[in-house]
């Protein structure tokens, strides 16, 4: 299906590091924030996946594209990544079925990328300096002018992104007939959270992520599910203010990633940006209730903070990270709300974490019983 022309490309980090490779995808310049995501497999999925929106990937597989472009495979309307950086960018997929290869994929939706980089490098580089922005090009290899780029490039900690990727009008998903009616808060939802709960004999309507609650109870859900999505969680207090009136009319809630972190600002909970962030789909968290761990898909670049939420009286703390104690869960003590740092839908990931679907179903269908 083709093969890259080798042309070289230059990624130019934030502190002034340098990289060279060649050029992949499409031909040109892209900025955003870099991070790492440790996944082997799924690479389709975390390129579409909202909560990477403005974040260029580097990917520590050595293999991507290797199985080519499926169009089921996919977890948004388009690639969602700004860029990618990793050491084989395999035109030739392996695949019968595949659509397309990963070169004709980046060049259609114009997604710049660059390969054969020691990602190890850059990895262990990230991982001791910590998240910051950077800048790949294959058109301009002039590191003042890419410095000069790179400069205007806002860093992610205060840039609310939700607006960007958040659908623009309501829709539904789902039977009409279903068992029960469910509202989701899209801040940058991804496909397979829809799919698991129309999965589960549920009929959707996906809101945008400006909506008042006023209009979503208008429609009568039985419950509200707040997405995952990209940015930082501090600049959304119409985002927040709108779940406090959520939870003061006690509708069942669910948080996933984003979601989470918004739930926690509505209940007092600060959040503040990591480090690096939780990207792979490796991670394990231990489930407080039951004893039980499991091994989680993740991809977060903010968390809540612990001390807020163990001073909290009105929090349970549910899930936490076993790498690095980070809290991964938390429930509202007085209301039918809870929320996870992880993503118990994967795609790609483990399937560990699905349970939390079901939880919440049966959270909703007992409040309809008791209401």
Same mark, same amino acid.
């Given at each position: 299906?083709?093969?890259?022309?080798?042309?070289?490309?230059?990624?130019?980090?934030?502190?002034?590091?340098?990289? +060279?490779?060649?050029?992949?995808?499409?031909?040109?310049?892209?900025?955003?924030?870099?991070?790492?995501?440790?996944?082997?497999?799924?690479?389709?999925?975390?390129?579409?996946?909202?909560?990477?929106?403005?974040?260029?990937? !580097?990917?520590?597989?050595?293999?991507?594209g290797n199985y080519g472009i499926?169009?089921?495979?996919?977890?948004?309307?388009?690639?969602?990544?700004?860029?990618?950086?990793?050491?084989?960018?395999?035109?030739?997929?392996?695949?019968?079925?595949?659509?397309?290869?990963?070169? &004709? +994929?980046?060049?259609?939706?114009?997604?710049?990328?660059?390969?054969?980089?020691?990602?190890?490098?850059? !990895? @262990?580089?990230?991982?001791?300096?910590?998240?910051?922005?950077?800048?790949?090009?294959?058109?301009?290899?002039? /590191?003042?002018?890419?410095?000069? &780029? /790179?400069?205007?490039?806002?860093?992610?900690?205060?840039?609310?992104?939700?607006?960007?990727?958040?659908?623009?009008? %309501? +829709?539904?998903?789902?039977?009409?007939s279903a068992r029960r009616r469910?509202?989701?808060?899209? +801040?940058?939802?991804?496909?397979?959270?829809? @799919?698991?709960?129309?999965?589960?004999?549920?009929?959707?309507?996906?809101? %945008?992520?400006?909506?008042?609650?006023?209009?979503? @109870?208008?429609?009568?859900?039985?419950?509200?599910?707040?997405?995952?999505?990209?940015?930082?969680?501090?600049?959304?207090?119409?985002?927040?203010?709108?779940?406090?009136?959520?939870?003061?009319?006690?509708?069942?809630?669910?948080?996933?990633?984003?979601?989470? &972190?918004?739930?926690?600002?509505?209940?007092?909970?600060?959040?503040?940006?990591?480090?690096?962030?939780?990207?792979?789909?490796?991670? %394990?968290?231990?489930?407080?209730?039951?004893?039980?761990?499991?091994?989680?898909?993740?991809?977060?670049?903010?968390? !809540?903070?612990?001390?807020?939420?163990?001073?909290?009286?009105?929090?349970?703390?549910?899930?936490?990270?076993?790498?690095?104690?980070?809290?991964?869960?938390?429930?509202?003590?007085?209301?039918?709300?809870?929320?996870?740092?992880?993503?118990?839908?994967?795609?790609?990931? %483990?399937?560990?974490?699905?349970?939390?679907?079901?939880?919440?179903?049966?959270?909703?269908?007992?409040?309809? !019983?008791?209401?």
């Amino acid at each position: 299906m083709g093969y890259i022309e080798r042309k070289p490309a230059v990624l130019l980090l934030e502190d002034g590091t340098v990289f +060279y490779g060649h050029a992949a995808g499409a031909i040109g310049t892209t900025t955003g924030e870099i991070c790492f995501n440790t996944g082997m497999t799924g690479y389709q999925e975390i390129f579409t996946d909202p909560s990477y929106f403005r974040q260029v990937l !580097v990917a520590t597989h050595v293999h991507i594209g290797n199985y080519g472009i499926h169009a089921d495979e996919v977890e948004s309307d388009g690639i969602k990544i700004s860029g990618l950086v990793c050491r084989g960018f395999n035109v030739t997929p392996s695949r019968k079925s595949a659509s397309e290869s990963i070169q &004709q +994929y980046f060049d259609r939706q114009s997604v710049v990328a660059i390969c054969d980089i020691d990602t190890r490098a850059v !990895v @262990r580089h990230i991982r001791n300096k910590g998240a910051m922005n950077c800048i790949i090009s294959s058109s301009v290899l002039d /590191l003042d002018a890419l410095k000069e &780029q /790179l400069s205007g490039v806002p860093s992610m900690a205060g840039l609310e992104l939700s607006s960007l990727v958040t659908t623009k009008k %309501p +829709y539904t998903l789902g039977n009409p007939s279903a068992r029960r009616r469910i509202a989701v808060m899209d +801040y940058g939802v991804k496909k397979n959270i829809l @799919r698991n709960l129309v999965e589960r004999d549920s009929f959707l309507q996906v809101f %945008p992520a400006d909506t008042s609650f006023r209009e979503i @109870r208008s429609w009568n859900p039985d419950g509200i599910l707040l997405s995952n999505g990209p940015g930082d969680p501090s600049v959304m207090p119409k985002q927040v203010a709108e779940i406090k009136l959520m939870l003061e009319d006690n509708a069942p809630i669910f948080g996933i990633c984003l979601g989470h &972190q918004l739930l926690a600002e509505a209940c007092g909970i600060s959040t503040f940006k990591m480090f690096n962030g939780h990207r792979g789909i490796n991670h %394990p968290v231990k489930n407080l209730i039951t004893g039980r761990s499991e091994i989680t898909s993740q991809n977060h670049g903010f968390s !809540v903070n612990a001390e807020d939420v163990k001073a909290a009286k009105h929090l349970d703390i549910t899930h936490v990270n076993l790498n690095d104690g980070t809290i991964e869960g938390i429930r509202v003590k007085d209301r039918v709300a809870s929320s996870v740092q992880y993503h118990p839908e994967a795609a790609p990931g %483990p399937h560990d974490s699905s349970y939390l679907f079901d939880d919440f179903i049966q959270c909703i269908d007992k409040a309809v !019983v008791e209401s």
